[in-house]
């Protein structure tokens, strides 16, 4: 059973506001920022709360740190005064004792890399929207977190992370130099390569449908295994929920477009099935530069994106939820890592973790 307390109350005069879809269903309402963290350690008589966060190159992260001009984190908090819970009244970076955060990254099924393994606080060059999330999360929570994230950029939903189960399926396809119509089989979990043409043999290559799903849940699962290796005391854990922020890849491949939300579908259950944690919630957050009124591949996926959360699938109501995050970009898309713009990524991390915490509570 997931530990949850109720959101201490939040400050509440702010300058920033997020804007985040307010339909039923989807991430909605108004984050105001977090008071700095207390500095005091996590009740460790109680299981770890995992959130393990997936995707691409969004979810990996390229918002830039330091610098003195507009996108870099630290001209965003000391110019802007944004962010106020990254910084103690010194100006130093705050550093959270009750919340983990490990990152790990391997290509497909080979090696894992370790790249971060500490409390959370601002290093390095760049960051993803662990920030955000990590910081209502742990806010909202008395047990102790570990935020854990497996994943590595250049992937699709429809072929690399394709989720175990996913079956074969055809697509008619017209040539545009010939305009000749041919059927194609495109891969199902396991199957190499992504497509071939219908009554041919298919001719395996080194990567198959999944291959990257497999390598970002087995290392997230060797991490979990070896808890007190990055978690010092930790005893035993509960996965309370996955983030997921991806879709650029799928957008160059309308077959991959349109089955998104089929597949959507299918990684969420999926995913709760490899951790064993069923009632473990999801949030997904939408690609920053497609808008409502946005037209062909891209808004194939953010209606899939956003179905996910809505009343055609009741079996996820109160459980899964959608973020729109057109309105929390700063501009730039995700193929171009938003210019690299630290706010985007912190805007987004923010609502991330705003709509966890908002079905905890319920």
Known sequence: MIFRLPVRLLLANTAVVMMVLAVSGFAAEVAAPLPDPDGKPADMSKPVQVYILLGQSNMLGAGKVTGDKEGALTYAVQKKHKYPYLVDDEGNWTVRKDLRYVRVMGSGTGAMRQFNNDWMTIQGGKIGPEHGIGHYVGHATDAPVLILKSCIGNRSLGWDLLPPGSERYEVDETDKKTGETKTFVYAGYKDSPAKWEK?????????????????????????????????????????????????????????????????????????????????????CATLGQTEMDGEGNERLILDAQLAVASSKYPEFEGSVASVYTHPLSMGGSSNSHYGSNAETYMNVGEAMGKAMVDMLEK
């Open 199 to 283: 009554g041919t043999d298919p001719q395996p290559i080194g990567w198959y449908a999944g291959m990257q799903y497999d390598g970002d849940i087995a290392n997230a699962k060797k991490v979990l295994a070896e808890l007190d290796k990055v978690y010092p005391g930790a005893k035993t854990y509960e996965v309370a929920g996955f983030f997921f922020w991806q879709g650029d890849k799928d957008r160059y491949n309308s077959a991959h477009a349109r089955r998104y939300e089929q597949n959507l579908v299918r990684l969420i259950k999926q995913l709760r099935k490899d951790f064993d944690a069923p009632n473990a919630k999801f949030v």
